[in-house]
């Protein structure tokens, strides 16, 4: 005689539903599919559309959602667990759509960026380029320049580009930053001069901050509170500045990290001149920067033997050396922390080296021998590791397993290396802006093929993977028992068969 609708019979007491669901949020899938086969009442009970919603968002899939959204959050969750292992093997097996990114007229490559896989690409035209590679429409819009066509002579190389969620930077040859908001076209909606050529350009991933560095000076302009763009401090330092990075997720006014040879400054509108780190004759080779903390590689050299080239991190809150990690003969070329796992670290060097280092640890958990000149850009996430090289060679690393997948190659260096779960965005940039024979005549509009550089797209994602999305040279009906998926970056399209 029990209402098994608002009452569940645990064995010998009777529980209110609201208690009982309780007591199951504590339990797993696994579990949960035991109690289901117990009783009727209990599958009810463990199949309760909260339990499984909120395992949904515990595991991370569909974040932005509320539990209206979908009638069963069991199935959700296990078409979510199907695309991701899918996407896994995808990646694993170089099964995917591979695009490149070429813009003829803006003759070579000078520097490329990327954002949730919207793309900008910077040349010596003077030109830049948007690409959304999220929707495979590349017909993507060129930014107006900042000189206008009545402008005489031609217009100065672009020296670095960058991108974010909401604007588009990029600085030029003469000292002309310009800044674009994704969101009302292609007209600038700031611009500013510096007097000499920018050595740095950063912007923020979130927010409306740019800050370059140009001489002895570094500017951070940032809209008030009306949206006018305004300079929002300006910075004197000693030396030169090599890197540049704004710290993310900050509360006031924006914190940037510079690297002038071997000083590291945090740069700050109440702390102008604050100096993070120090050493003489020890430069700086690479530097990245998360919200809390900032990591960067320095050089020694002949008569500091004794501490070989290491990585550094610091504290930006405390100022302090939290740990020093690697000993390595070579420099440290690259270092990723923003967008590592926590507590991981993925660095590459010049002794051809990815070294992958736990924050917690000062020895490196692995250390992959993969570039013939040296590693130029490196990124990771929780199961494997994309590098590039100067050879111009990408490769797609196993982390946990330190074997290679599969690679690519192209004739310039990595420049730029991204990824998500889904895509993958490289750059191969020339170090060569102007190569002698490029163009048969002066005012020719495009240089050849193999001077300019090239950007690759690739989609990894099931739901991507239509026959219109792969190149004509990927769709072959060949089929080998053995041997190897060549899906992305066939050598020689087969006739059907």
Known sequence: ???????????????????????????GKTELGRCAQVSRTWKVLAEDEVLWYRLCQQEGYLLDTSISDYSCWKLALKKCRARERALKTNWKNRIGAVSQLQYEQGKILCDVHSCDGVVIAGYTSGEVRLWDTRTWDY???????????????????????????????????????SVWSLMFGREPIHRYQ?????????????????????????KVESPNDRGFWQTTETFEIQKLVNFLNLVPDVTGGPVTVAAAEDIVYLLKAEDPGKILHSVYGQPVT?????????????????????????????????????????????????????????????????????????????ESLCSLYAHQLGVSAVQMDDWKIVSGGEEGLVCVWDQRMGTKLWEMHARHPVRHVWFNSHSLITANIPDEKTPRGASIMDDDLTAHRKHRGIIYAYEFSVDQLAVESVLPICRSSYDEVTGYNYNIGLAVPYDNI
């Not at 510096?194 to 570094?218: K, P, Y």
């Not at 420099?331 to 051809?352: A, I, Q, Y």
């Open 286 to 362: 690479c530097l990245d920067v998360s919200a809390q903390e900032a990591a960067f590689g320095v050089k020694t050299f002949g008569w500091l033997l004794n501490e070989p080239n290491q990585i550094l991190l610091y504290n930006l809150e405390t100022s302090q050396c939290l740990k020093k990690m690697g000993n390595s003969i070579g420099d440290f070329t690259c270092v990723n922390l923003r967008n590592s796992p926590p507590n991981m670290l993925v660095t590459g060097n010049k002794d051809r080296r990815v070294r992958v280092f736990d924050l917690r640890r000062s």
């Open 139 to 177: 017909t993507a819009p060129i930014l107006e320049p900042v000189h206008g066509p009545g402008d005489a002579g031609p217009q100065p190389h672009v020296s670095f580009v960058k991108i974010n969620s909401s604007l588009a930077v990029a600085a030029y040859e003469d000292g002309t930053v």
């Open 1 to 27: 005689f029990q209402n098994e609708i608002n009452e569940v019979p645990f064995f010998d007491i009777q529980l209110p539903y609201e208690l009982a669901l309780k007591i199951f949020q504590y339990l």
């Open 194 to 218: 510096h007097n000499q050529r920018i050595q740095a350009l950063a912007l923020g991933s979130e927010g409306a901050a740019v800050a370059t560095a140009s001489g002895f000076e570094v």
